[in-house]
């Protein structure tokens, strides 16, 4: 079974700052790890996923992410957000194996102030 | 190429009504998921379908919930005798293919809304 906890459900940052949110997974088995946002009312938009090869990896807006294999973490970072980046994000995991289920964090809400 | 379609995108039924609620897949896409956020959490998985099978229905509530997934026509979400803890957000997802490698993403819909009053 998998299981994905982000730390925190709410961030305040400034605009122009940088932020990072936080994700800790635990997996008897390997896993595809992921964030997506979610604007208000709006579906899930992934903004990037890690499969394999290189534990950085970049993705949409400027956003990239860390995976730390020994930490079993995969935190997201952006060194500079928006007033556009208001929105939840998401950490989510998707096991190797047959089960084609995302198992999903319970969100972090990112909260930009000019 | 269109993205997933929900429908309803908002719909309100009193306690003991029906609510069915649509998916139509990413165009070449055979399997689907289903998925509930309730207020203030995350997606919780449901179901998940291919062309008229249950593959894994180890998410969804025991009584009044069961989802289809015909061999033509969009995928169906069905709530009988619906009660206030079912309002939500459904979300529906497609992928073209099978978990494991290679990779197939889900791709996600808008969500209906759903309202218990």
């Known amino acids: 079974a998998q299981s994905v906890t982000q730390l925190d459900s709410q961030v305040p940052v400034f605009e122009e700052a940088p932020v990072e949110l936080r994700c800790n997974y635990s997996?008897?088995?390997?896993?595809?790890l992921f964030w997506y946002v979610q604007y208000p009312n709006q579906g899930l938009q992934l903004l990037l996923k890690?499969?394999?090869?290189?534990?950085l990896v970049k993705g949409i807006n400027g956003f990239e992410a860390e995976f730390n294999k020994s930490q079993t973490s995969f935190h997201l970072r952006k060194p500079s957000v928006h007033i556009s980046d208001t929105a939840e994000y998401f950490c989510?995991?998707?096991?190797?194996?047959?089960?084609?289920?995302?198992?999903f964090g319970s969100g972090t809400r990112l909260s930009i102030r000019p | 190429n269109a993205g997933v379609m929900q429908n309803p995108r908002h719909l309100v039924r009193r306690r003991g009504q029906e609510a069915r609620l649509r998916c139509s897949p990413m165009?070449?896409?055979?399997?689907v998921y289903w998925y509930r956020q309730l207020p203030e959490e995350g997606l919780k998985f449901m179901v998940y379908?291919?062309?008229?099978?249950?593959?894994?229905e180890s998410g969804m509530p025991k009584e009044r919930f069961s989802a289809e997934f015909p061999k033509e026509g969009p995928s169906i979400l069905r709530i009988q005798q619906v009660v206030r803890g079912d309002s939500a957000a459904y979300f529906c997802?497609?992928?073209?293919?099978?978990?494991?490698?290679?990779?197939?993403?889900?791709?996600f819909g808008p969500g209906t809304r759903l309202t218990v009053t």
């Open positions: 989510a995991v998707r096991s190797y194996s047959s089960a084609s289920k995302i198992i």
């Open positions: 997996s008897s088995v390997s896993v595809y």
């Open positions: 379908l291919q062309k008229e099978n249950i593959i894994d």
């Open positions: 890690y499969l394999s090869g290189s534990t």
């Open positions: 165009k070449g896409h055979s399997h």
């Open positions: 997802a497609s992928s073209p293919g099978l978990a494991g490698p290679p990779f197939y993403e889900q791709y």
